[in-house]
């Protein structure tokens, strides 16, 4: 075939390759840990009640997203290309049709659409470095550092400038390639970010609340728990785990041969949740504490960790080394939310890494000033999920990435036989049963269950039977 067939058969990427297994695994946690874990799984926790929120969204993790990442990143190794041409590929090789392709144009979509408003996000976490620096949050009361929060994203003139920073930082580093870029940007970060977690956590312990905050997220109370708030639960293990668009498939294309695709997942899933659950055991106590509301939505880390760094001894130090970790994770993640876009502008379109990520960068900031209003000028604007960034939030994180996903599970359980699945994951025994068990049926029924749920679909057929 092409000048990309390997001499044994096997394809290669043309981007290169991972320089070890820990690099891969690096970028990966990288792509996974970021404003997913510490910004976004606590307030949605919050507002859909905690605890029996929280059993369902681990459940979805371990049974979805365990075999669903696994999936893509055995697609993606041997197809060795963009997610589009990879499923395009692969779907004609294993005898199905072309058509796959779709699944990777709507990951790229996906990907253009999550990044426009995490951009925005990140921007909030680029001025809170800033205020944490200046000492903003010093002896804050829960009022104050409320009102610093609403003062800054009120502004959209602020937001804005932040989210053009954000971007700007993000293109740089997608446009630098593979190799020089990705790795460099994650090899710290993660520990890091894991250290300082930890010191809230013993902040929290030490709150006289933790009790509270450790009932309040897993103490399940079933009554509370609505099939939008079970939706919502599997939209945020797709998304904290960045599969069903394709990016772990584009980053499974730079994977060496040899690497076991299980413990590589089974690594990455960990420190992922793990992240996410010191998260909010921080959050939580300090929401107690402070008579805060546990559904108040977007802004719950920004009002609340403040002040905690604002009580503390050596306050200051903590809490800008936090927001500056904080946005380097949201930087790792807004990276792999944008190659598949640019590896596929690359490949199909024969630009150059630099001009494809300056294409794809200016594309995804002015859609993401849709998200920067959303938050002031255009706050009243509300229609179906309610505001634009709600609603670039339901659609992708509740709608495209479950969809993805439960393609992505068929194509893998179903679509590519058995031996080419066995092949990638380079096990005949127990696990490779258990993983072609979860991607032919568990996955892709469950998803498929919940979204019909979900719409009231079932619902509906049930009351045409009684
Ligand atoms: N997982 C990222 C986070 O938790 C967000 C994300 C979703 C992502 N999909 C992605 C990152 C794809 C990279 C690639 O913050």
Redesign the pocket.
Known sequence: MLSNQAGDGKRSSLHGHWSSRMAFILAVTG???????IW?FPYIAGQNGGGAFVLVYLACVIFIGMPVMMSEILIGRRGRRNPIATMTLLGKEEGSSGNWGWVGSMGVVA?IL?LSY?SVIAGWTLAYIVKSATGAFVGGTPAEVGAQFGGFVGDWRQVGLTHTIFMALTVFVVARGVERGLEQAVRFMVPALLVLMLVLLVYSINSGYFGQGVAFMFTPDFDKLTWNSVLAALGQAF????IG?G?IMAYGAYLPEETSITGASAAVVSADTAIAILAGLAIFPLVFANGLEPGDGPGLVFNTLPLAFGQMSGGIFFSTIFFVLLSF??WT?AI??MEPAVAWLVEKHNRSRAQAAVIVGLLIWAIGFGSVLSFNVLADVKFLAGTIFDNVDYLTSNIM?PLGGLLIAVFAGWVMCRNSTSDELGTAGNVFKTWRLLARFVAPLGILFVLLNAVGLLDWIRSLAS
């Open positions: 792509s996974a840990v970021g404003l997913g874990n976004k990907g999550i995490y998304f904290t785990l960045s668009m990016a994770a949201a993640s792999g939310l990435l």
